[in-house]
Structures are given as C-alpha cells and as structure tokens.
C-alpha cells in the first residue's frame, strides 16, 4: 500500500439485485484528501456503492480497493480505518448513548473520546438518554459522531444532513470542515442537499442507474458546464447540436438554450459569425447541472429505446 | 473467532432472558424443594425437573429470532460496520443465545450437586450424563433454526416467511410425537449415537449457517 494510492479505486463494480444491476461496472477513483460528492436520483446506486465499500454487499463482479486494501478480503481492516453513517439511523433503541460509545471504543483501536464528548456537547446529544427517546436529527447526528469517534481515514457518509435543522445542517458542515484540516483524510459524501454539497465538496461524480457519468473537480465542473440562451434572426444552424462541447440543445419561447460542457469559448466564436444573433451565457449552479444531466440522460434513454 | 467485547454486549443485550431463564428455573426448583416432607429422607426426583421441552420450544424460536430481529431492526447493518468479522458476530450471537439454554437443561442437575445424598435421586449421575446430552440437542435445534431464518429470514423472497412458518410448524410437530415416543428415554438407551447424531447435526447447522452469513447481503428488512 502506499499513500499516493487512491483513497477509493472501484474497477468494473457490478452489484445485481433480483437482475436488475444496482451498480453496472463503476469505475470510481477518489483521491486522497479529497471531499468527493456521490451524487445522482433516486435508486441510482449511491447507496448501494456505499455499502460495498464496507463489504455490507458482496460484489457481483469486479475489484473494490480501499485506502489501499482489498474491501472484501480485508474487510475488517478497512473498517478499522473508515467511519460510517448510514442513510437510515437505526441503532438499538432500549441502549444508552453512552453505551453505544463504549461498545465503539472497544471495538476501534483509535477511538477519540474527547472528541467524541465534545461533539455530543455541540450536539446536545445527552449521553445517559436511551436511543429510542432521541428525535430523528438526534440520531443522524449521533451516528455521525460515532462515525468521526474512530478517527477515521476514510468517512462515508450517506445522506448526513436528513432531518436537520438549517442550524445544525451548518453544524455538521463545520464539523466536516474540522474534520478535513485533520491530515489525509478523505470524505465521500452522498447528498440531495446541493446546497451544502457545493460549500464543502471538492470533487464530483453522478450516478444514474447504477453507473458513473461524470467525476469531474467541482471547480472545474462549474467553469465548464454553461448554458447559453441564443436568439437567432433566421432558423437555427442545423449542426448545432453537432458542435464541439453541446450537449443539449431545447427550446425555450423563441430562444434555444444551449447546454455547453466546456468549449465556450469556441461556441461563442462560431455564434459570433452569425449576423444579428443575440446570446447571453448562463452560469449554472451545482443542482442546475444536477437536475441537467439527470434529465438529459433521462432522454437519451428514452430515445435509446425507442429506437 | 471470539471478540469478547461483542460477546459481552450481546450477553448484555440478553440480560433479561438471561434472568427470566434463572427466574423460570428458580420457580421450578423451589416448587420441587416443597414436595420434601422436612425430616423425611425422601429424595428429590430431579429427573422430573425437566426443562428439555420447555428448551426446545425455546431453541427453536429464539434460534432464529437473534439473527432475524438484528436484520429487521437494522442493528445487524451497524454491527458489520465496525471493525468486527462476520464469523465475530456470529459466534457471539450464538454464544449469547446458546448459552442460556444449555443452562436451562442442565441447571438441575448441577444445583443437585450441592444437596446431600440423601436428597437427591438414585439416578443423579446419570441424570447429569442425560442433561448434557440433551443439551447437545438442544444446541443443534437452536443452530438448524437459526440456519433456517439465515437463509429466509434477510430477503424479501415471496416465500420466506411461509418457509418459516412451515419450519416452526414442522419442528413443533416432530417435539410432540418425540414426546410420545420419550425422548430422555430414548437418549438413555443410545448415548453414544446420540450423542453422534447430535454433535454431527450441531456442526453441520454451525457450518451452514456460519457459511450463509459470511456470504449474505446486509439489508434491512422493512417487515
């Protein structure tokens, strides 16, 4: 194993449920010390690449590594390194916080007590409260500090923000935050709050059933994806949806809007040739570019079959 | 194998079966000391202390229900998310579960190890013998149940829960006409194959369901 290895590196990951394939021949890299946002609709697979991470899912096919190891060889090793919060809290009701705690740290060879109890004061999560008495955003944020409690090199998160508050949703950011400025470590986040995705994320895949269709940096994915509404005096060029870097091109009253990933600059040179024709270039938010490719997939699947 | 901070949690979990098998067993035993006339050396039948029946049903649906109840209330997805193996979490599961059953049968006998000759039954040594073969039984029915709900128990296969049922009706129909036809009795007079028959049946439920769980997806069950 060494460092410059990738925190996560997935090659051909197929996971078939009932013979549907959940997860259809990912190949995922996350860098290490990287924020990496898992995004996609519903079903698309977050989930599920989640817990085959964690070796929870047993790989149809394909190679999982993490933090340089054989997730399903070495399962308990990477666990050891890995905090986890699950999309659904659901812990042993009738057991105190603090028990909970207590099974944690014997079973973790790192675990950060301090840590841990200053969370819960943040949080206010009491330690003598039985599980079963806390409210859903208690729990999301209790199992967020049992999955930061081990000091984890790797943190998985999978929807961390469901059922919280707009002030504790920037809690947990900040924790997050804090989380990062400890060293090498790495953050792969699986979110609908776009939002709070684009303050911290630095790296971006999405998802659509089950396979990954774009994992770009989320800088260079909001300076690359644009929309440009044009007015053309005439009809339209008919090798528009042709030209370099559209991807889609829709009507929108009497203007087109062109969606663009990258080549502005040589999309704007070409519509600059045509007389008359007015154009402006819109800048697209991380959700815009979201709800853009989901749909546009959407398209060309429905497209695809009908052929 | 064996980490014992799991096992430690989940005889935790278990601790009020735990007490309600000691209560249980109290009550019978003080019910038996009641039947000595005081100053009569008459001794206490412990043969008919017999707790195998009530074990049985209890094997069998506490077998499953261990494993099961982890998957449908979620817990088992949290444990396998710690730095545990799966074969930890199974040997700690049946551990817990398991032990306090092989008390149960055997528990009379041992507590008649503390009276004086003159209260205990002729047959106490093998009583003991019997007790703890039928314990062996009782251990490879808690293993071939939670075998059964590990292979129907985690999926929403159609028919899971009509396999289960059949399993539960099935197994409680074989208890009674094995209580026809006495099973002590019928341990007593071919111990060794008994006992063959039932380590050979334990070990093969182990493995099955050990096999099963290694390899079995964690989902939660939403019924």
Request: include cysteine.
């Amino acid at each position: 194993m060494t460092m410059s290895e990738p925190a996560v590196l997935t090659r051909g990951l197929t996971k078939i449920f009932g013979g549907q394939p959940a997860v259809d021949g990912l190949d995922l890299e996350v860098p290490r010390g990287s924020v990496f946002a898992l995004l996609g609709p519903n079903g698309a697979g977050k989930t599920t690449t989640i817990k085959l991470l964690l070796n929870l899912l047993q790989p149809t096919d394909g190679e999982i590594r993490v933090l340089g190891q054989d997730a399903v060889k070495d399962s308990v090793a990477v666990r050891r390194r890995v905090g986890y919060q699950a999309e659904t809290q659901r812990f042993y009701p009738r057991v105190r916080v603090e028990e909970l705690f207590c099974l944690c740290k014997s079973l973790y060879p790192r675990w950060n007590t301090e840590r841990v109890t200053r969370y819960c004061r943040i949080f206010e999560l009491p330690p003598h409260a039985r599980v079963g008495e806390l409210s859903k955003g208690k729990l999301t944020l209790l199992a967020l500090v049992l999955a930061v409690g081990p000091e984890p090199e790797l943190l998985l998160l999978d929807e961390p923000a469901t059922g919280l508050d707009p002030l504790r949703r920037r809690q947990v950011l900040q924790l997050l935050v804090e989380e990062m400025a400890g060293g090498d470590r790495t953050i792969i986040i699986s979110s609908h709050q776009l939002q709070d995705v684009e303050r911290i994320a630095d790296r971006v895949g999405f998802l659509l059933r089950g396979k990954l269709i774009l994992s770009r940096p989320l800088e260079q994915l909001l300076g690359e994806e644009k929309k440009v509404r044009v007015l053309f005096p005439g009809s339209p060029p008919a090798d528009l949806p042709g030209w370099p870097g559209v991807r889609r091109v829709a009507r929108e009253g009497s203007h087109l809007l062109i969606s663009l990933s990258g080549h502005l600059d040589e999309v704007l040179g070409r519509l600059n040739r045509y007389e008359g024709v007015a154009f402006e270039v819109l800048d697209q938010t991380l959700e815009d570019i979201f709800v853009e490719y989901a749909a546009g997939e959407e398209v060309n699947r429905e497209a695809g079959e009908n052929d | 194998m064996i980490s014992r901070p799991l096992l430690r949690w989940e005889i935790r979990r278990l601790r009020w079966w735990y007490y309600g098998v000691l209560l249980f067993w109290l009550g019978n035993f003080i019910f038996t000391l009641c039947l000595i006339v005081p100053g009569q050396p008459v001794p206490v039948h412990w043969e008919h202390v017999d707790f195998l029946w009530f074990g049985m049903f209890w094997a069998i649906f506490w077998g499953g229900g261990l494993f099961v109840g982890k998957f449908r209330d979620g817990t088992m997805e949290f444990l396998l998310a710690r730095p545990v193996s799966r074969r930890e979490v199974y040997h700690s599961i049946v551990l817990a579960g398991g032990i306090p059953i092989v008390f149960l049968v055997i528990l009379p006998s041992l507590f008649a190890l503390t009276l004086p000759p003159w209260k205990t039954s002729h047959l106490f040594p093998g009583l003991l013998a019997l007790n703890l073969l039928e314990s062996v039984w009782l251990i490879a029915v808690f293993l071939l149940s939670a075998c059964v709900y590990l292979f129907t128990g985690n999926s929403n296969r159609r028919y899971a829960r009509f396999i289960e049922a059949s399993f539960i009706g099935a197994a409680v129909a074989v208890l009674i006409e094995l209580q026809k036809t006495n099973l002590p009795q019928l341990i007593q007079a071919h111990p060794l194959a008994s006992l063959l028959l039932s380590l050979t049946a334990g070990c093969l439920f182990y493995g099955l369901g050990r096999w099963r769980f290694e390899r079995m997806d964690i989902r939660t069950n939403s019924g």
